[in-house]
C-alpha cells in the first residue's frame, strides 16, 4: 500500500487537491497531511516542549473537512492523518518520513502557502533532498474551482 505525504497549511483550501488524487489512484492510499514547524530557538522555550505541544492550534473546520474527505473517499484512501513535522533540515525530514513509512511526496502544484502559525513554514524546498518520488498535484480543467475553496460545501463543489 502506497503511503502520500501532501504539505499542508491547515486550510481547507489545500483540501482541494485530494480530488485529484484520488481520480489518479486505484488501490487504497494512506494519506499524511503534514504541516511543518520550527524547532524552538530558545532553550528555556524547548523545556515545556513534547510531541503533544503544538505551536498551531488546528482549526475545527479543517477538521470537519478532514472527515467530509474521508467518508467521500473512503474507497481510494485507507487513511487520511495530519503530522507535525518539527525541523528544518533535510536530515529531520528523513527521518519524519521513515518513522511514518512514507513512500510518495505529493506537492499542490499552485498552492499559495500561508503559515497557520509564527513557527510554521512552507517545507517545499526541502522535498528535492528526498530519495523519494516527488509528484506535482496539478488541477485539471473540472476541478479548477477546487484550487481554493474557503468552506467545506465549496471543498466538495456544492453550490449555496
Not at 13 to 23: C, F, V
Not at 57 to 74: G, I, L, Q, S, T
Not at 120 to 143: C, D, G, Q, W
Request: contains cysteine; positive net charge; glycine residues 4%.
Amino acid at each position: 500500500m502506497q503511503h502520500v505525504m501532501i504539505p499542508t497549511d491547515l486550510s481547507i483550501r489545500s483540501l482541494g487537491y485530494l480530488h485529484h488524487l484520488a481520480s489518479q489512484t486505484e488501490s487504497p492510499v494512506r494519506i499524511t497531511l503534514m504541516h511543518a514547524l520550527r524547532l524552538p530557538d530558545s532553550l528555556l522555550d524547548c523545556w515545556p516542549f513534547s510531541r503533544s505541544h503544538r505551536y498551531v492550534h488546528v482549526p475545527d473546520d479543517f477538521r470537519e473537512a478532514c472527515e467530509v474527505m474521508k467518508n467521500r473517499y473512503a474507497q481510494v484512501f485507507s487513511h487520511i492523518g495530519v503530522e507535525f513535522f518539527y525541523g528544518t533540515t533535510a536530515p529531520a525530514l528523513r527521518n519524519f518520513i521513515r518513522a511514518h513509512g512514507i513512500t510518495r511526496i505529493a506537492v499542490p502544484d499552485q498552492l499559495h502557502y500561508r503559515n497557520a502559525g509564527e513557527n510554521s513554514y512552507n517545507p517545499e524546498s526541502l522535498f528535492r533532498h528526498m530519495k523519494l518520488p516527488v509528484s506535482a498535484l496539478i488541477m485539471t480543467a473540472p476541478r479548477q474551482v477546487v484550487t481554493a475553496p474557503a468552506s467545506i460545501s465549496a471543498l466538495l463543489g456544492v453550490q449555496v
